[in-house]
């Protein structure tokens, strides 16, 4: 029996231990498997051919899985896969690190300047779809000029090497443009050359500021009105020289427009000279047959459209005040100063001011649409920041944006209920109207502008005021298929209509991320922004640099063939600045932006400047 036990035994202990050699065998067969199938399974989802539970790709390829900005087929992107930004930072899941979303806006910036390098330089814009160029701004190198404090910023010592040398041989005087937009010369290519002399004091920066500078006095010329005139008017030069190098035009039919819009028919094909601001009330033109006075102009001009816009005459305050600052020199900013004046008298119905000024004989009369949005916008911004830029001595401006603030509170703000959501909609209203749910993108700089002011000391309720408004410009991006923001929206109970349909790669939305978290430390502003950053990438890229979007609610859409300078200058520098976690750069402390994002300084040493 214990021989038969014995054997019994024996055969059970093998047959135990083949069970368990099969088990072992096929479990390493089994987690083999799994691994083969896991590692298969995400290939296809970053190659995207798997599809989410909606039935949509689950995210763009090259994009990590934290991507949360709305599902587009592969139709849709701008660019063929191996033209866009591979954003790979994924590690056991994790979504990435701020520094790493840094430097995925940085090599975007470096991007899109290389491309204007290689097929736009010395130019305005670059055209990505056709390899090519526009002047429609000042023909100057508005993009190269624009970009300057960006480049600096991002450490990009190569490519702001090339853009001073270029600038050795840049003047005014080389216009392409027949006519150019005092503002837009003002704002993006003074403020971005008094930016950069005073990060580097490259003396060169400092000349050629000078010279734009000289050139916008030149619009200061009503003493009655102290308007500037809106116009820079350029032409040909002759082969004469002026002395100054400022040139008039040399005939009075020749679109003499001066500072409110007035146009005159008629032309002259004699050889013309260079540009005039000259305002309507008197001007004087020089021409081969010498110089001549008129006491008005000529009697055949329209006076149909006498009348200026409130920003483009309130928003050179801070560059030409920075250029006294810098030069030493008062001539700018005591011009600014009694603009500043003549403005904040028409700032009379509820502490807001109308989008136009018209000219009626010996006044000025304000028209009766209030807004926030085009015509007005960085009017308010300028408000708080010339006291700031003051280092919080010009009081007047400080008041004058208290009575804004709750202007704007008071008349423009409406909480709509959009598909049972609660929406609060800066609008826009005529006198005594009620004020209409439409949402200009340009109005989103408002919420930076507020938190900007609580930090410096506003109530609490500016801050409130700006977390109801980017919470409203945000929906604008997450409620469109491609993921971007509208340039028109109106909000109705049964959801958004969008009324323009383009994205011109505006960055108001973004600086008001990039400000609220400053200001509140809330991550949600940084998530925000990278889906924000992402839709960018997705839909705008191209092999050739950025475009602007046709359609935002077209997953398909067309792209418009044209990369505004203001997508490197603000738009990608306020990504940039939103994942940039030491808040000694661009310190709010010692610095304040402009409205082309370039920092100016709070000028610490005051003079008298207001």
């Given at each position: 029996?214990?021989?038969?036990r014995?054997?019994?035994?024996?055969?059970?202990?093998?047959?135990?231990?083949?069970?368990?050699?099969?088990?072992?065998?096929?479990r390493?067969?089994?987690?083999?498997?799994?691994?083969?199938?896991m590692?298969?399974?995400l290939?296809?989802?970053?190659?995207?051919?798997l599809?989410?539970?909606?039935?949509?790709?689950?995210?763009?390829?090259?994009?990590?899985?934290?991507?949360k900005a709305?599902s587009?087929?592969a139709r849709a992107?701008?660019?063929?896969?191996?033209?866009?930004l591979?954003?790979?930072?994924?590690?056991?899941?994790?979504a990435?690190?701020t520094?790493?979303?840094q430097?995925?806006?940085?090599e975007a910036?470096r991007?899109?300047?290389?491309?204007?390098?290689?097929y736009?330089?010395?130019?305005?814009h670059?055209?990505?779809l056709?390899r090519h160029?526009?002047?429609?701004?000042?023909?100057?190198?508005?993009?190269l000029?624009?970009?300057l404090?960006?480049l600096?910023?991002?450490?990009l010592?190569?490519?702001y090497?090339?853009?001073?040398?270029?600038l050795e041989?840049?003047?005014?005087?080389?216009?392409?443009?027949?006519?150019?937009?005092?503002f837009?010369v003002?704002i993006?290519?003074?403020g971005s050359?008094?930016?950069a002399?005073?990060?580097?004091?490259?003396?060169i920066?400092?000349?050629?500021?000078?010279?734009?500078g000289?050139v916008?006095m030149k619009?200061?010329?009503?003493r009655?009105?102290h308007?500037?005139?809106?116009?820079?008017q350029?032409r040909?030069?002759?082969?004469?020289s002026?002395?100054?190098g400022?040139?008039?035009p040399?005939?009075?039919?020749?679109?003499?427009k001066?500072?409110?819009?007035?146009?005159c028919?008629g032309?002259?094909?004699?050889?013309?000279?260079?540009?005039s601001?000259?305002?309507?009330?008197?001007?004087s033109?020089?021409?081969?047959?010498?110089?001549?006075?008129?006491?008005?102009p000529?009697?055949n001009?329209?006076?149909s459209?006498c009348?200026?816009e409130?920003a483009?005459?309130?928003?050179?305050?801070?560059e030409?005040?920075?250029?006294?600052?810098?030069?030493?020199?008062d001539t700018y900013?005591k011009?600014v100063?009694?603009t500043?004046?003549?403005?904040?008298k028409?700032q009379?119905?509820h502490?807001?001011?109308?989008?136009?000024?018209?000219?009626d004989?010996n006044r000025?009369v304000s028209?009766?649409d209030?807004?926030?949005?085009?015509?007005?916008?960085?009017?308010y911004?300028y408000?708080l920041?010339?006291w700031?830029?003051s280092?919080?001595?010009a009081?007047?401006?400080?008041?004058?944006?208290i009575?804004?603030?709750?202007?704007?509170?008071?008349?423009l703000?409406v909480?709509?209920r959009?598909r049972?959501?609660p929406?609060?909609?800066?609008g826009?209203?005529?006198?005594?109207?009620?004020?209409?749910?439409?949402?200009?993108h340009?109005?989103?700089?408002?919420?930076?502008?507020?938190?900007?002011?609580?930090?410096y000391g506003m109530?609490?309720?500016?801050?409130t005021?700006?977390?109801?408004?980017?919470?409203?410009c945000?929906?604008?991006?997450?409620?469109?298929?491609?993921g971007?923001?509208?340039?028109?929206?109106?909000?109705?109970?049964?959801?958004l209509?969008?009324?323009?349909t383009?994205?011109?790669?505006?960055?108001e939305t973004?600086e008001?991320l990039?400000?609220m978290?400053?200001?509140?430390?809330?991550?949600?502003?940084?998530e925000w922004?990278?889906?924000?950053f992402?839709?960018?990438?997705?839909?705008?890229?191209?092999?050739?640099?950025?475009?602007?979007?046709?359609d935002?609610?077209?997953?398909?859409?067309?792209l418009?063939?044209?990369m505004?300078?203001?997508?490197?200058?603000?738009?990608?520098?306020?990504f940039y600045?939103?994942?940039e976690?030491d808040?000694?750069?661009y310190?709010?402390d010692?610095?304040?932006?402009?409205t082309?994002?370039?920092p100016l300084?709070?000028?610490?040493?005051?003079?008298?400047?207001?």
């Amino acid at each position: 029996q214990d021989g038969e036990r014995s054997v019994w035994k024996q055969w059970y202990q093998r047959r135990v231990r083949g069970i368990r050699m099969k088990l072992y065998l096929n479990r390493k067969k089994f987690l083999l498997l799994c691994g083969v199938v896991m590692v298969f399974t995400l290939l296809a989802l970053n190659a995207g051919w798997l599809p989410d539970a909606s039935g949509s790709t689950s995210s763009p390829a090259g994009f990590p899985m934290d991507f949360k900005a709305p599902s587009l087929s592969a139709r849709a992107r701008a660019a063929p896969k191996n033209c866009m930004l591979e954003i790979d930072c994924r590690r056991y899941y994790q979504a990435c690190t701020t520094k790493e979303k840094q430097n995925y806006v940085r090599e975007a910036y470096r991007f899109g300047w290389e491309n204007y390098h290689k097929y736009a330089w010395g130019h305005d814009h670059l055209k990505p779809l056709s390899r090519h160029y526009d002047d429609d701004l000042l023909g100057l190198g508005a993009t190269l000029i624009d970009s300057l404090s960006g480049l600096l910023l991002m450490d990009l010592k190569d490519e702001y090497r090339k853009s001073l040398e270029w600038l050795e041989n840049f003047s005014m005087a080389a216009s392409k443009k027949s006519e150019a937009s005092l503002f837009e010369v003002c704002i993006r290519i003074l403020g971005s050359l008094v930016s950069a002399y005073y990060t580097t004091r490259d003396n060169i920066l400092l000349e050629k500021a000078r010279e734009v500078g000289d050139v916008a006095m030149k619009c200061y010329t009503d003493r009655s009105w102290h308007i500037p005139n809106i116009h820079l008017q350029f032409r040909g030069i002759s082969a004469e020289s002026v002395p100054g190098g400022i040139f008039p035009p040399n005939d009075p039919h020749e679109n003499v427009k001066g500072g409110f819009g007035v146009s005159c028919s008629g032309h002259d094909e004699r050889s013309c000279l260079h540009f005039s601001c000259d305002p309507i009330s008197s001007f004087s033109v020089s021409t081969s047959e010498g110089a001549e006075s008129y006491a008005a102009p000529p009697t055949n001009c329209s006076y149909s459209y006498c009348q200026v816009e409130v920003a483009p005459v309130g928003t050179l305050a801070l560059e030409l005040r920075a250029l006294s600052h810098v030069s030493g020199d008062d001539t700018y900013w005591k011009a600014v100063n009694r603009t500043g004046n003549m403005l904040l008298k028409y700032q009379t119905w509820h502490g807001l001011v109308s989008r136009r000024l018209y000219r009626d004989e010996n006044r000025f009369v304000s028209s009766s649409d209030v807004s926030t949005g085009p015509g007005v916008d960085s009017y308010y911004e300028y408000l708080l920041k010339q006291w700031v830029q003051s280092n919080f001595k010009a009081t007047r401006y400080k008041t004058a944006y208290i009575k804004a603030v709750n202007g704007i509170r008071d008349q423009l703000m409406v909480r709509v209920r959009s598909r049972g959501k609660p929406i609060n909609v800066l609008g826009h209203r005529m006198y005594n109207v009620s004020v209409t749910t439409e949402l200009h993108h340009l109005s989103c700089f408002l919420p930076a502008t507020l938190a900007l002011g609580y930090y410096y000391g506003m109530p609490k309720d500016h801050l409130t005021l700006a977390e109801d408004i980017i919470n409203t410009c945000y929906f604008m991006y997450e409620s469109q298929p491609t993921g971007l923001s509208p340039e028109l929206a109106i909000f109705r109970y049964d959801g958004l209509s969008v009324s323009q349909t383009e994205n011109f790669l505006r960055p108001e939305t973004i600086e008001s991320l990039f400000v609220m978290y400053r200001v509140t430390r809330d991550p949600v502003y940084r998530e925000w922004g990278w889906n924000i950053f992402q839709a960018f990438e997705r839909v705008t890229r191209t092999c050739f640099g950025y475009s602007t979007v046709q359609d935002v609610t077209n997953v398909n859409t067309a792209l418009l063939d044209k990369m505004e300078s203001f997508y490197l200058a603000e738009t990608l520098k306020y990504f940039y600045l939103l994942f940039e976690d030491d808040f000694s750069v661009y310190s709010f402390d010692q610095i304040v932006l402009n409205t082309e994002a370039h920092p100016l300084p709070i000028i610490k040493d005051y003079k008298g400047y207001y």
